[in-house]
């Protein structure tokens, strides 16, 4: 098993950042990829940003592309999603996912499916 523990959000305005921490614990040897998903009041949840645990592949959704960064300490067991130049549109429910699964490349790690543990979530609110 593992636990995942999201921290970072809050209340901001159009155009400021925010940077979310997801810790991580457990089985944390397992993990192969953690994600970002989020959301929105009456939305499906969507993909965000993904990593593989050892660092050396990240994908985005195109629409934080070039604005949301996801990084990740592996001393700390810790995967962070900076988040530059926040939108309205934004606003959702950010939830960390781990999967243990060795696949590779972004049909796996930007589907739900792929993750088999979740954290609680933290709400971003950006207002106008």
């Known amino acids: 098993q593992v636990q995942l523990v999201e921290s970072g959000g809050g209340l901001v305005q159009a155009g400021g950042s925010l940077r979310l921490s997801c810790a991580a614990s457990?089985?944390?040897?397992?993990?192969?990829?953690m994600g970002w998903f989020r959301q929105a009041p009456g939305k499906e949840r969507e993909f965000v940003a993904a990593i593989r645990w050892s660092g050396d592949s990240t994908y985005y959704a195109d629409s934080v592309k070039g604005r949301f960064t996801i990084s990740r300490d592996m001393a700390k067991n810790t995967v962070y999603l900076q988040m530059n130049s926040l939108k309205p549109e934004d606003t959702a429910v950010y939830y960390c996912?781990?999967?243990?699964?060795?696949?590779?490349?972004?049909?796996?790690?930007?589907?739900?499916?792929?993750?088999?543990?979740w954290g609680q979530g933290t709400q971003v609110t950006v207002s106008s």
């Open positions: 457990g089985r944390t040897f397992s993990m192969y990829a």
């Open positions: 996912a781990a999967g243990s699964l060795p696949l590779r490349g972004k049909d796996y790690y930007t589907r739900s499916n792929y993750y088999a543990y």
